[in-house]
């Protein structure tokens, strides 16, 4: 019985081929940046639209988001396309990719749903803005993974990086993120003239530049502070009575990386009390840390070609930080890495990997991903006891996602 499913999904998967191919190419021809994705957003509505399926353009609130929804009743599989891209380099991260594989694993499962007539619901969700825009955060927000017993994804890395006979890795960590902004005043002062009536808060910035270089000999091999001047001063002869930085603060766990940011925030704190500045920081969209739903990763491991698939090696595949880990404290979830054809030098976020994500071969990698993550989507709606297993277990996890661990 199991396999005449796979032989429904697949074979659907391998029939909507041009349309998932036509996806493919649209995304990553026409690069959008975070929330301005409306040719991507309009290439998905049409072609789902002309397949028959039910779709809800700018979806939960977000212009360029959109839901597309088969089945009733039954546990509910969400899919998650990323479309956005890189300014200056394109799709720099492969999001043509995710969202390929994506429409192909929705597809694929509606396809089973159709056949089998049993309850169950499949929803291809548009996610704008993952590069640094935090559309995810929004659509929980809104309510969007809401009922969801798994949301699942999978995406591009560098596959140079990985041993010729392996294709993939399922169990990927990614580390939290939190971020914000810190903003100096000062008092501005002619700095040849009368500097003594000036309040520099370019002082301010350095002063907590260096702390937090300090800082860094205490903190734990897999945390990472990096940060960049927004602002610090115009003209060399004003005292900078304005200026700002953006940091990045990651560590394994959200609850580690906001410690971790305490005690980066004193650093801020004591800039200010030497220079006699004022201070004020801006929360933005920080990131939980990818916590993968084991059960998911080995059922995907199962899922795909044996042996190309690795379980959890090697470990730093992918690493960084994305709105998904915030979608993994949601309900349980996947987010496995495939390697496509990168040449050394050319790991996500460059040229290089641009133009591998472009490739025929980059896209088959991806279409096959589809069709293994929609056989988990698959047993996640029709295994009852996989199901229960699975929510326990994610149960378990985010209660010691609560302890920091």
Known sequence: MAQRWTSVIENEIQARNAEISSINHQIHSNPELAYEEFKAHEAFVTILTSLGFKVTPHAFGLE???????????????????YDALPGIGHACGHNLIASASFASFLGVAAALKASGLPGRVRLLGTPAEEGGGGKLKLIAAGAYKGASAALMVHPGPGHNLPSHIRGVSFVRMLANVKFRVHFTGKESHAAIAPWDGVNALDAVCLS????????????PYDRI????????????????????????????????????????????????????????????SYADVRPSASLCKAYVEAMPEGTVSYDEPKDILAGSTDMGDVCYECPGFHGVFGIGTEEGSPNHTKGFTRAAATEDAFARAVECGKGMALVGWRVLSDDVFADEMQKEWEADMKLAAQGK
């Open 226 to 285: 990096h940060g960049i001047f927004k602002s610090a001063g115009d003209r060399p002869n004003v005292t900078p009575g304005n200026c700002c930085v953006e940091y990045y603060i990651r560590s394994q766990t959200r609850a580690q990386a906001e410690a971790l940011w305490q005690r980066v925030l004193k650093c801020f704190e004591g800039a200010a009390l030497a220079t006699g500045c004022q201070m004020h920081t801006e929360p933005l969209n």
């Open 64 to 82: 360029t988001s959109f839901s597309a929804e088969f089945g009733s009743g039954g546990r509910l599989v969400i899919f998650n396309a990323e």
């Open 209 to 220: 530049y260096n702390a937090i270089s300090m800082l860094r000999q205490q903190i734990r």
